[in-house]
Structures are given as C-alpha cells and as structure tokens.
C-alpha cells in the first residue's frame, strides 16, 4: 500500500493556482488542494493524508475526511511537518511505503532518514496535471465509445426527438 502524506500550506503556497487563490480565500484554496487529492487518489490508488499547521486554525485538533481524503489540521503548538513525521513513523512498515510532498528541504531529509520517499511540490503538481489529463482523455472516450442511443436512429428522428426532450415544437 502506498500513502502520501501532504504538507498541506506548503502545496498551496508552491502551486500557482493555488498561491493565487489563497491571497482571496484560504479556505478555498484549502478545498481545491483536497479535491485535486482526491482525484489524485482515486486515479492512482494512494491513501492521501493532508496535514495543515493548527496556526492557521486555532483549537484543538481537527481529523475529518472529504471526498475520501483524511485531513488533518495540527494542534495548537504542533505543525504540519512534526505530525508528518510522527505520521511517517507510524505508518511505516514492510507492506506501507510512505511519500511525502513538501518543498520543505529540512522536511525531505528527516523523511528520508525515516525511509519515506519525498516528493516536492513541484513534482506532485505535475503528477497532478499528468493525471488530470489522463482522465480527462479517458472520460473523453468514453463519451466517444457510448451511443447515443440504444436504438440507431436517423438524424432527421434525433432531430425531432431532441426538439421533443426541450419542449419545442
């Protein structure tokens, strides 16, 4: 089984898109960060953990899932790449390999020390991107391969059928 664990205000601060959405919205670009994950895990199989530093939020700490994707926001007092580590630590184990994105260099190499992979953000950002195009072009086909409709029709019957469905005469 692989996990990736994502240091989550890192991503967001790396990316583009992402950067320039949470200038507006944090919260936003939070949500966008988990959906892209999600998609990522649902293409590639990976369980992914994003982990957020509690001083953006203040409390308690907070585990919830959305779109399947386990979110952690940190303690007060703890920050993303300590849990990482702990998270790297407890996970691991001879049938678990662990990866970890973050630009953090400090935090790739106590990762690595742990034998977790490391994967910057720059490098997920483009997995991210081969895996949307991936769907994309898969969704595409099979538009391209499902018929229209179970019995062939002749386009002047489509025609009228379709003036039919949205109420035209």
Known sequence: MDILL?????IIGAWPELSQLKVRDLS?????????????????GYRVIV????????GTETKYKNYKVDVIF???????????EKLAIQLNNRVTQIHVATSDFTEQW????????????RE???????????????????QQKRPVSK??????????????RRGDK
């Open 110 to 121: 106590a990762i690595f020390g742990q034998g977790a992979l490391r994967k910057s953000a």
């Open 51 to 58: 982990i957020f530093d509690a001083h953006f939020v203040t």
């Open 74 to 84: 940190t303690k007060e007092g703890e920050t993303a790449d300590e849990r990482i």
């Open 6 to 10: 994502v240091d989550g205000y890192n």
């Open 28 to 44: 936003a670009a939070r949500d966008r960060l988990i959906e892209k994950m999600a998609e990522y895990q649902a293409y590639t």
């Open 151 to 164: 019995i062939p029709l002749s386009d002047k019957v489509a025609e009228t059928f379709e003036k039919w």
């Open 124 to 142: 997920l950002l483009t997995e991210i991107n081969i895996v949307e195009s991936r769907i994309e072009k898969r969704v595409r086909h099979i």
